[in-house]
């Protein structure tokens, strides 16, 4: 790593940037202390690749039975459901130790919750 002034850089930094363009990093110096890091830019990621060519070559024409959103979205309504039947389980364990398994005045009863009468 090559070391360098503010000085330097100010005035010849013509020398400075084909060796930054090659890849060389700077310590820049103020009066013998390292103030900053000069560092070359990095090249840019290649772009995305072609998921649909990349489809076709693994499965080739055949077409897909289920498509992978449609599965997706399937499991994540089995997950839902089960969260909520968990959720209302509780809620009716809740209800059945805060209110001694009365039921709530005015309240009709639920076929999803037994409240022990």
């Known amino acids: 790593m090559k070391t360098a002034t503010v000085r330097d850089l100010r005035y010849h930094f013509s020398e400075t940037e084909p060796r930054l363009e090659q890849g060389e990093e700077f310590q820049i110096r103020k009066r013998r202390c390292v103030i900053a890091r000069l560092v070359p830019v990095r090249p840019k990621a290649a772009a995305y690749p072609d998921f649909a060519v990349r489809r076709k070559k693994i499965f080739g024409g055949r077409a897909m039975k289920v ?19 968990h959720q209302l389980s509780n809620l009716a364990l809740h209800r059945r130790r805060q209110f001694g398994g009365r039921r709530l005045p005015g309240s009709t009863p639920s076929p999803d919750f037994s409240f022990g009468r």
């Not at 089995?78 to 039947?85: A, G």
Request: aromatic share 6%.
């Open 67 to 85: 498509t992978s959103a449609k599965r997706l979205a399937e499991e994540r309504d089995r997950y839902l459901k089960r969260l909520r039947r």
